[in-house]
């Protein structure tokens, strides 16, 4: 493996990234699969970073899911797609920041099928203005929130109270990085690194200490793949495929994964439970499974939040040993004590309408 | 008085011009931008079908052009490009002017840069190498992963940026296939305990002797030819390499582990072509190559009179087909002069 084969393609693919002043939309499912991580990015972004980051709470889903699983028209996703354009212009911002990876791709999409297309864009201004009586324009720049936290990795490690080090060792813990499929791999000159070896985690990983593993499934899709898991039936391609990932990981030793969509976190997750109850099989060390995490989650143990704040009681796969690894002070006992009010020190306004 | 030609580019096509043209009388100022004449022929070890040394036809190409008052500028490029009524000026990078009564563009082809269809790894995994690093290896006399062991299984991927819309090339290499077949039997002849893999879209066996060769690979050599692309190669723990590809005959998905991992690179316009093109004001076609005047009897006549174009700048074309086209460009040029249309 030569890296500087790859710093030349990371070099080829760097995108504009807005500095401040974003419109960010959430995710339908992240706050319910890992509830801590968008909080931890609105406090990151703004008590962090002194980041103007907005919320409004009439902005809906996407329709992302609905679209992917062909239960949606495509037209109806893009008029969906024009209100949320639609508030964030009269909310005076231009530069969208989704949470979501698949909000992040269908954004892309339909930007870019209204370049190709002009016709269409008028169609949908004028079904928006008939069915709402709201106008809109188009974000000047979009950015994925994964996108945002790269673009300031080296503030964050600035301010890090942790590195992605063993403690034990003092060598750099082993990372698989997991993008999510919508994120490059449909427009890759709109992710960071492009979509064949992104580097929007490997970034972050690299300058938090970390180092990352590059192994043969790594473009492989984790097994979310809407139409895998929403019908029943296919469920069991959706866990063989994580179970793929898992295999071909393995022979690395990594010491965790670190992802950006919604879903890919979720599923690495649950099915490596499902797959041990299945198989009796674990692929972490000592008989563990590897913990998985999403990009903000790690970035708020490198700031040294209490994990318990960050919402990894909700991981099936337990994160302790990494967080052992790292060395990070956190008490056990409090992982399930529902007693505690979970919140951050310093009040965040988080919906700030 | 002696009429005066410019060549600019010293490979196969420019080398066999100038050496008709001052066979013919002509003054010939032959331009190269590499330190020494030949072009792609210098990387080649042995040619198809007949797996002659490319030396040979390099021992020709020079016996045609030394000690015939061939002005030789290496390490030369052109700057610029003018007409002025009934001559050219171009000046070189040294900021001399050629004054020129006809030119022949033969600035010939660049070979895709693989590192562009980044799926297969080039320039990023071990043993993934082009058809002119094996070549390489072949004049070396020896085949090695880079850790020196010989490679026990290797997958040859034709149609590395050639009829692939991704790339941005629609159009076929027509080389690369017979390319391909070559060095799969000259691996075999050398590693005899080796495997060879060769994954292709179509087999495109056009030239005399393809077949014939194509069929050797397979019954004497025993090559395996899987139609499919591979759709990605990644490296597994153990410095191999994993390639997926959907081999379409036998219609299923296959995973496969390689050692090494051949790509054969198109050919493309070269860099210096682009250039001279925009100097002159050089018509190019869809396949940004050299556009000719007309595909049947005008191939090697450009849109501006008194320049002319010989061999790969033009398309993708073989050795036998270069030298014939450098040929009929010097009939070109020799009507031309005689004619005087300027």
Same mark, same amino acid.
């Given at each position: 493996?030569?890296?500087?084969?790859?710093?030349?393609?990371?070099?080829?693919?760097?995108?504009? @990234?807005?500095?401040?002043?974003?419109?960010?939309?959430?995710?339908?499912?992240?706050?319910?699969?890992?509830?801590?991580?968008?909080?931890?990015?609105?406090?990151?972004?703004?008590?962090?970073?002194?980041?103007?980051?907005?919320?409004?709470?009439?902005?809906?889903?996407?329709?992302?899911?609905?679209?992917?699983?062909?239960?949606?028209?495509?037209?109806?996703?893009?008029?969906?797609?024009?209100?949320?354009?639609?508030?964030?212009?009269?909310?005076?911002?231009?530069?969208?920041?989704?949470?979501?990876?698949?909000?992040?791709?269908?954004?892309?999409?339909?930007?870019?099928?209204?370049?190709?297309?002009?016709?269409?864009?008028?169609?949908?201004?004028?079904?928006?203005?008939?069915?709402?009586?709201?106008?809109?324009?188009?974000?000047?720049?979009?950015?994925?929130?994964?996108?945002?936290?790269?673009?300031?990795?080296?503030?964050? /490690?600035? =301010?890090?109270?942790?590195?992605?080090?063993? =403690?034990?060792?003092?060598?750099?813990?082993?990372?698989?990085?997991?993008?999510?499929?919508?994120?490059?791999?449909?427009?890759?000159?709109?992710?960071?690194?492009? /979509?064949?070896?992104?580097?929007?985690? /490997?970034?972050?990983?690299?300058?938090?200490?970390?180092?990352? @593993?590059?192994?043969?499934?790594?473009?492989?899709?984790?097994?979310?793949?809407?139409?895998?898991?929403?019908?029943?039936?296919?469920?069991?391609?959706?866990?063989?495929?994580?179970?793929?990932?898992?295999?071909?990981?393995?022979?690395?030793?990594? *010491?965790?994964?670190?992802?950006?969509?919604?879903?890919?976190?979720?599923?690495?997750?649950?099915?490596?439970?499902?797959?041990?109850?299945?198989?009796?099989?674990?692929?972490?060390?000592?008989?563990?499974?590897?913990?998985?995490?999403?990009?903000?989650?790690?970035?708020?143990?490198?700031?040294?939040? *209490?994990?318990?704040?960050?919402?990894?009681?909700?991981?099936?796969?337990?994160?302790?040993?990494?967080?052992?690894?790292?060395?990070?002070?956190?008490?056990?006992?409090?992982?399930?004590?529902?007693?505690?009010?979970?919140?951050?020190?310093? =009040?965040?306004?988080?919906?700030?309408? | 008085?002696?009429?005066?030609?410019?060549?600019?580019?010293?490979?196969?096509?420019?080398?066999?011009?100038?050496?008709?043209?001052?066979?013919?009388?002509?003054?010939?100022?032959?331009?190269?931008?590499?330190?020494?004449?030949?072009?792609?022929?210098?990387?080649?070890?042995?040619?198809?079908?007949? $797996? $002659?040394?490319?030396?040979?036809?390099? #021992?020709?190409?020079?016996?045609?052009?030394?000690?015939?008052?061939?002005?030789?500028?290496?390490?030369?490029?052109?700057?610029?490009?003018?007409?002025?009524?009934?001559?050219?000026?171009?000046?070189?990078?040294?900021?001399?002017?050629?004054?020129?009564?006809?030119?022949?563009?033969?600035?010939?082809?660049?070979?895709?840069?693989?590192?562009?269809?980044?799926?297969?790894?080039?320039?990023?995994?071990?043993?993934?190498?082009?058809?002119?690093?094996?070549?390489?290896?072949?004049?070396?006399?020896?085949?090695?992963?880079? #850790?020196?062991?010989?490679?026990?299984?290797?997958?040859?991927?034709?149609?590395?940026?050639?009829?692939?819309?991704?790339?941005?090339?629609?159009?076929?290499?027509?080389?690369?296939?017979?390319?391909?077949?070559?060095?799969?039997?000259?691996?075999?002849?050398?590693?005899?305990?080796?495997?060879?893999?060769?994954?292709?879209? #179509?087999?495109?066996?056009?030239?005399?002797?393809?077949?014939?060769?194509?069929?050797?690979?397979?019954?004497?050599?025993?090559?395996?030819?899987? $139609?499919?692309?591979?759709?990605?190669?990644?490296?597994?723990?153990?410095?191999?390499?994993?390639?997926?590809?959907?081999?379409?005959?036998?219609?299923?998905?296959?995973?496969?582990?390689?050692?090494?991992?051949?790509?054969?690179?198109?050919?493309?316009?070269?860099?210096?072509?682009?250039?001279?093109?925009?100097?002159?004001?050089?018509?190019?076609?869809?396949?940004?190559?050299?556009?000719?005047?007309?595909?049947?009897?005008?191939?090697?006549?450009?849109?501006?009179?008194?320049?002319?174009?010989?061999?790969?700048?033009?398309?993708?074309?073989?050795?036998?087909?270069?030298?014939?086209?450098?040929?009929?460009?010097?009939?070109?040029?020799?009507?031309?002069?005689?004619?005087?249309?300027?």
């Amino acid at each position: 493996m030569r890296i500087e084969g790859k710093k030349a393609i990371w070099n080829e693919y760097q995108k504009e @990234i807005a500095d401040d002043n974003y419109f960010y939309v959430r995710s339908c499912v992240r706050q319910n699969f890992f509830p801590g991580s968008e909080t931890a990015f609105l406090k990151i972004m703004r008590s962090e970073l002194n980041k103007d980051v907005y919320e409004h709470p009439c902005h809906t889903s996407c329709t992302g899911i609905g679209y992917h699983s062909d239960i949606v028209p495509v037209e109806t996703t893009m008029t969906v797609v024009a209100r949320q354009f639609s508030i964030m212009t009269e909310a005076g911002y231009e530069n969208l920041l989704p949470s979501c990876i698949t909000s992040f791709g269908l954004y892309t999409e339909i930007l870019d099928t209204w370049h190709h297309f002009p016709e269409i864009e008028k169609k949908v201004r004028r079904q928006l203005k008939k069915a709402t009586g709201r106008e809109f324009e188009k974000p000047k720049n979009l950015a994925h929130a994964s996108d945002v936290i790269y673009k300031f990795r080296k503030e964050i /490690a600035a =301010k890090a109270k942790y590195k992605l080090i063993n =403690k034990n060792t003092g060598e750099p813990l082993k990372v698989v990085d997991h993008i999510g499929c919508h994120y490059s791999k449909m427009f890759p000159s709109k992710g960071v690194g492009g /979509a064949e070896y992104p580097y929007v985690l /490997a970034g972050m990983i690299e300058e938090w200490g970390g180092e990352i @593993i590059d192994y043969p499934e790594r473009r492989h899709c984790c097994g979310f793949g809407f139409r895998q898991y929403l019908v029943q039936a296919n469920r069991g391609y959706s866990v063989a495929c994580s179970k793929e990932k898992f295999e071909s990981m393995k022979p690395f030793k990594p *010491d965790m994964i670190i992802t950006n969509c919604p879903g890919c976190p979720m599923f690495l997750d649950r099915w490596q439970y499902v797959i041990n109850e299945m198989e009796g099989k674990r692929y972490g060390q000592n008989g563990e499974g590897i913990p998985i995490f999403t990009y903000e989650e790690v970035a708020g143990l490198v700031l040294g939040y *209490d994990p318990w704040d960050l919402g990894l009681q909700m991981h099936q796969t337990n994160c302790e040993p990494v967080l052992d690894k790292i060395g990070i002070d956190y008490c056990p006992e409090d992982k399930y004590n529902l007693e505690i009010k979970r919140s951050y020190s310093e =009040k965040t306004n988080l919906i700030n309408v | 008085m002696s009429k005066h030609v410019v060549v600019i580019g010293g490979g196969v096509a420019g080398l066999e011009v100038a050496g008709q043209l001052s066979k013919a009388g002509i003054e010939v100022s032959l331009v190269e931008k590499e330190s020494k004449t030949g072009g792609h022929l210098n990387k080649w070890y042995r040619l198809f079908p007949d $797996r $002659r040394y490319s030396s040979e036809v390099m #021992d020709y190409l020079d016996g045609m052009t030394q000690n015939r008052g061939i002005k030789l500028l290496t390490d030369t490029t052109i700057e610029s490009f003018n007409r002025n009524r009934s001559h050219f000026s171009l000046i070189t990078n040294e900021g001399k002017e050629l004054i020129a009564d006809a030119v022949i563009v033969a600035t010939g082809f660049d070979l895709f840069k693989s590192a562009r269809k980044e799926e297969y790894g080039y320039g990023i995994y071990d043993n993934v190498i082009t058809s002119a690093d094996l070549e390489d290896m072949f004049r070396n006399g020896k085949i090695s992963l880079t #850790d020196g062991i010989s490679p026990e299984a290797i997958g040859i991927i034709h149609c590395v940026g050639s009829r692939d819309e991704k790339a941005g090339n629609f159009y076929c290499s027509k080389l690369c296939c017979v390319t391909a077949v070559k060095q799969a039997i000259e691996i075999r002849e050398k590693l005899p305990e080796s495997k060879v893999f060769c994954f292709y879209m #179509d087999m495109r066996m056009g030239g005399a002797f393809y077949e014939e060769l194509y069929r050797e690979a397979q019954e004497k050599w025993g090559v395996s030819f899987i $139609r499919g692309k591979v759709s990605e190669a990644s490296e597994t723990i153990d410095n191999k390499l994993l390639i997926k590809v959907e081999d379409t005959l036998a219609g299923r998905p296959l995973k496969m582990k390689l050692d090494m991992l051949v790509l054969m690179a198109g050919m493309e316009m070269s860099a210096g072509g682009k250039k001279i093109a925009g100097m002159g004001g050089l018509n190019t076609g869809e396949n940004r190559f050299f556009a000719a005047a007309d595909n049947h009897f005008g191939s090697n006549v450009s849109n501006i009179k008194g320049v002319f174009y010989a061999g790969t700048c033009t398309a993708p074309m073989n050795i036998t087909e270069t030298i014939s086209h450098a040929r009929s460009a010097v009939t070109e040029v020799m009507d031309y002069l005689k004619d005087g249309e300027k």
